[in-house]
């Protein structure tokens, strides 16, 4: 269910959330707007941002424990982390076109909201923390729903 105390692997997955999107705030696509975004999915997005960020620093259950299987979830979790900066990395050397931002990743869609939401959902599988894992599907529904959403309008714009 979750242990209450400071949680360091959470608050290195935010820093790891937050550092590009705080550099992308002045490198945004050219075109890019939030304008016309489904209410109930931002809706979505924030509740799930606020419930995924409070509980990866408030539950201790996400620290490194004595290598067992289950410690494979938590590989599994920081290695999409690292994929999420590698994309950044693209981005960021990128023109920064819409088409750079929504594209694809090593075959990954939308990979600015889906390899975050997927790395968060499985350190909830790690700590064995279900409010972790039901704040990340609710973030997920939004964030990535919202992308989906402005990839299909930029190709229907085409």
């Known amino acids: 269910m979750g242990h209450l105390g400071f949680s360091y692997i959470g608050l290195v997955f935010l820093l790891m959330l937050f550092i590009p999107n705080l550099i ?22 924030r509740i799930g941002q606020v419930l995924t960020t409070t509980c990866v ?16 979830w938590l590989v599994l979790a920081i290695g999409l982390m690292i994929l999420y900066e590698m994309w950044w990395i693209h981005y960021f050397k990128s023109p920064k076109t819409l088409k750079d931002f929504y594209g694809r990743f090593f075959g990954i869609p939308f990979p600015g909201a889906t390899l975050p939401v997927a790395a968060f ?11 972790l894992m039901l704040a ?12 989906w959403n402005h990839a299909r309008s930029i190709h229907e714009e085409r």
Do not use: M
């Open 24 to 45: 992308w705030a002045k490198h945004q696509p050219e075109g890019y707007t939030a304008v016309h975004e489904n209410r109930i999915l931002v809706l979505c997005e």
């Open 57 to 72: 620093l408030i539950f201790d259950d996400f620290n490194l424990k004595p290598w067992h299987s289950w410690s494979l």
């Open 136 to 147: 990340t599907l609710l973030l997920g529904i939004g964030h990535i729903t919202i992308h």
């Open 121 to 131: 959902f499985l350190l909830g599988i790690y700590g064995r923390v279900i409010w």
